[in-house]
């Protein structure tokens, strides 16, 4: 089942009219929430970031959080698998093709429920591989716009060469992934790239800084170099879907001896933890 402007239905009986603003123009935006036990995960972070993204485009947020909230836990109820991930849409709605914004249209909402599944036992213990290139995308990657067709370009060049993933470099910086955020081990130090417009704000991002800071694991948040990324003793992948991942080859070339290191290691450990303490019950916080 899914939800669609009011209903829940099933996924094969929703339609949107062709000149809903998110077809003709890839104007609106997403979030992607976890549930695990049929728990959205870290539900109030989810949601003031689908609010920023809805500030950054000028549209109005259709719900408050409380009513989300209810929308989602029907949802999930409504589909199979005690561990999903729910993708949400917002578009500007349907009106006639025009660039500027139409005035009293009410926006498309689009919720569906896939299933969640853990990462591959396989590449948590081998470690995966990622490319390098050139970030060409917008100014604007805060904005979790659904008008990815850079992201996709930029991930498909990992897929052609059998890479998990694309990291990305502006102007001799780490940025982040085609798809995920990117951390770096130099000298047993966890580094982050610092939040900013260039970069899309991870939950789980924010998660694996808050257990180095509550674990004592050094860590600085400051601008990564192409060098430090290519001289790294390990390379952390993180996303929603894949959680934590060791990257342990770079543009064919192994990082640091080529296997996942120690700090990933405490760290998978310490989120692991950290989620069943969630699925135990942590308050998502998302009163009105």
Not at 156 to 183: C, K, M, P, W, Y
Request: aromatic share 8%.
């Amino acid at each position: 089942m899914i939800y669609l402007n009011g209903k829940f239905i099933p996924l094969e009986e929703a339609y949107i009219p062709v000149l809903d603003r998110g077809f003709i123009f890839g104007d609106g935006v997403y979030e992607v929430i976890p549930a695990y036990s049929r728990k959205p995960f870290r539900l109030e972070e989810h949601l003031n970031r689908l609010q920023h993204s809805l500030d950054g485009i000028r549209l109005k947020n259709p719900f408050s959080n409380a009513e989300w909230k209810n929308l989602l836990e029907q949802l999930i109820a409504k589909n199979n698998g005690e561990d999903q991930y729910i993708y949400l849409h917002i578009t500007r709605g349907v009106a006639k093709r025009d660039h500027a914004f139409p005035v009293n249209v009410p926006p498309t909402v689009f919720i569906m429920s896939n299933p969640l599944l853990p990462p591959p036992v396989e590449l948590l213990a081998s470690g995966a591989s990622a490319i390098t290139a050139i970030d060409n995308r917008w100014i604007r990657c805060d904005v979790k716009a659904i008008s990815l067709l850079p992201n996709v370009l930029l991930r498909q060049l990992a897929v052609d060469v059998h890479a998990l993933e694309t990291i990305l470099i502006r102007d001799g910086f780490l940025t982040e992934g085609a798809a995920s955020n990117i951390f770096i081990v130099s000298n047993n130090v966890l580094l982050a790239p610092p939040k900013s417009h260039l970069m899309l704000p991870g939950i789980t991002y924010d998660v694996v800084l808050e257990l180095a800071a509550a674990n004592s694991i050094p860590h600085e948040i400051r601008q990564i170099s192409e060098h430090e990324i290519r001289k790294a003793d390990e390379i952390l992948l993180t996303s929603s879907t894949k959680e934590i991942m060791p990257i342990t080859l770079l543009d064919n070339q192994a990082v640091g001896d080529g296997k996942p290191g120690e700090l990933f290691a405490r760290l998978h450990t310490l989120y692991q933890d950290y989620k069943a303490t969630h699925m135990r019950g942590r308050s998502c916080g998302c009163d009105d």
